[in-house]
């Protein structure tokens, strides 16, 4: 994973969150920024000590239009835990984890 950067869309009030992932090639994961995906990304990626390291990102699917994040160690397969914290500082940990 190279960094993670929340874009300011001009043309819309909401502000998404791009993921950007080194693999073969170059891949963003879009998100907006208040979703319970980008949340439990980031709660996950906060607890991630080596970037160096393959991560695994997973969706998971919660009732109706709900989608989380999971996050693995892709040699261990062993997910990546983190306790849920709906005031955890966001911008806190954007910056922290940005390479």
């Known amino acids: 994973m190279r960094r993670i950067i929340p874009p300011i869309d001009s043309t819309k009030d909401n502000i998404k969150l ?12 879009r998100t907006g920024i208040e979703t319970n995906f980008a949340k439990t990304f980031l709660l996950a990626v906060s607890q991630v000590k080596d970037f160096s390291k393959p ?3 997973a969706a998971t699917p919660g ?6 994040c999971r996050l693995y ?17 966001w911008a806190g940990i954007i910056s922290n984890v940005q390479i």
């Open 55 to 57: 991560l695994i990102i």
């Open 73 to 89: 160690d892709a040699a261990t397969k062993i997910r990546i835990r983190s306790e849920w914290n709906r005031d955890a500082d």
């Open 18 to 29: 791009d993921i950007f992932v080194a693999a073969d090639e170059i891949y963003i994961i």
């Open 63 to 68: 009732e109706e239009n709900v989608v989380f």
